[in-house]
């Protein structure tokens, strides 16, 4: 087994999670910090206030982008069953 190909896929796992995963926490970041702002300023320290928005603006993302990031994910698995018996030598 050649550490090249190892090391190539596993630089190729972690981008393939970094783009699907980066959505969801880009958005969530994105409510929370708007969310914190609003408290800021209010005063209103309420938990819920920041659960429930970023609960929903995740869930939003996943329905919106769930189509592509299946997509991604197996073509990135199609790709490690194509390149097993690259690795079996």
């Known amino acids: 087994m050649d550490l090249g190909n190892v090391i190539q896929l596993m630089r190729s ?4 999670i970094l783009t699907v995963a980066s959505p969801v926490l880009i958005v969530a970041m994105g409510v929370g910090l708007t969310v914190s702002i609003f408290q800021a300023t209010t005063s209103i320290q309420d938990q819920t206030l920041t659960f429930v928005p970023k609960i ?20 990135f698995t199609t790709l490690l069953f194509e390149r097993i018996p690259d690795l079996a030598k």
């Open 56 to 75: 929903l603006a995740i869930l939003g993302v996943l329905a919106a982008l769930f189509g592509w990031m299946i997509s991604r994910l197996m073509a």
């Open 13 to 16: 796992a972690v981008v393939t």
